[in-house]
């Protein structure tokens, strides 16, 4: 197997689930905030409403960031993000803003706050070394979190960052375990070798 090969594949595996548990853990809470951000996304318009510009629900600026990346103090970044997520969700929606473009961004959400539950949990198998059961209830903990449950229908700047922040800190973990130097590219250009 080639080495650009080797290394896109431990790529997904760092990022999906890669054993039995760790699926079942990610569809558990797909599932789970699926079904809240589904039913939210369908019969209300918490998540995106045109009519408000922003500072409409717990000072969550959803049509500001989607429609922009943000309200005043945005990230640099979040406005080319946040136009793919918008373009996405137009996509899903053929172009319109109405209950299936709210039901897009519920999804890409809850995705997102998913594969976070999913780092954690493989953080503190593979990393700390956990009895299952003990982690299980961890995760169960962390995912009933309100701030979870909030970002995992909302298109907030937090929803990604949180994923990011829990892929980079189980990637460093992982580079620090096998003692491995960890250089300046490793942050730019992750190669993510699992094994040997």
């Not at 922003?54 to 640099?76: L, Q, T």
């Not at 319109?96 to 709210?102: C, L, Q, V």
């Not at 922040?165 to 190669?191: C, D, G, Q, T, V």
Request: some cysteine.
């Amino acid at each position: 197997m080639s080495k650009f090969k080797t290394k896109f594949i431990h790529f997904f595996k760092l990022i999906f689930p890669a054993t039995g548990i760790e699926l079942v853990v990610f569809l558990f809470f797909l599932v789970c905030y699926g079904y809240l951000g589904s039913y939210i996304a369908i019969h209300y318009k918490i998540i995106f409403d045109s009519r408000i510009p922003w500072d409409a629900y717990f000072s969550f600026d959803n049509k500001s960031i989607v429609m922009s990346g943000g309200s005043f103090e945005r990230h640099p970044f979040s406005y080319y993000f946040f136009n793919w997520i918008r373009e996405l969700a137009l996509f899903f929606s053929d172009g319109k803003m109405d209950g299936n473009f709210r039901f897009a961004l519920a999804w890409m959400s809850n995705i997102a706050i998913s594969l976070s539950v999913l780092q954690i949990f493989k953080y503190l198998k593979n990393i700390i070394g956990l009895p299952l059961l003990l982690n299980l209830l961890l995760i169960l903990f962390f995912g009933s979190f309100s701030t979870t449950l909030l970002l995992s229908f909302t298109p907030e700047n937090f929803t990604y960052t949180l994923f990011l922040l829990a892929l980079f800190n189980h990637y460093s973990a992982i580079k620090l375990k096998k003692k491995r130097k960890y250089r300046l590219w490793h942050w730019l250009f992750p190669e993510l070798p699992l094994e040997e």
